[in-house]
């Protein structure tokens, strides 16, 4: 069972990307979103549990929203008014344990699963 990130590209500030995660056989899970810069750590910016509840970063909060289709075994990012310090890959995440993306552990080892990663660069 593996989680696999599509839809980064190469975007101009103030525009708009989608990206999508297919998520098969995480239906009871939560579900979430991390970046990470080059020279950063990887942060969480959303967060989306098995009941549709969500959590975002402030970073994020209000141009980005998070979502997710479990009958298509789909979890998406759809992200506004890009900024070119969102540059960053992208990864999908998903663990049995509590939702808050402020509390989520940016560590490969401390969720259930996370994705390979897929780059966005937003452009000034």
């Known amino acids: 069972v593996t989680l696999a990130e599509s839809g980064g590209g190469l975007v101009q500030a103030g525009g708009s990307l989608r990206l999508s995660c297919t998520a098969s056989g995480y239906s009871r899970y939560c579900l979430a979103w991390f970046r990470q810069a080059p020279g950063n750590e990887r942060e969480g910016i959303a967060s989306?549990?098995?009941?549709?509840?969500?959590t975002y970063a402030d970073s994020v909060k209000g141009r980005f929203t998070i979502s997710r289709d479990d009958a298509k075994n789909g979890l998406y990012l759809q992200m506004n008014s890009l900024k070119p310090e969102d540059t960053a890959t992208y990864y999908c995440a998903a663990d049995l344990s509590g939702c808050d993306i402020a509390t989520m552990i940016p560590l490969p080892g401390a969720l259930n699963a996370w994705g390979q990663g897929t780059l966005v660069t937003v452009s000034s």
């Open positions: 989306i549990g098995s009941d549709g509840s969500t």
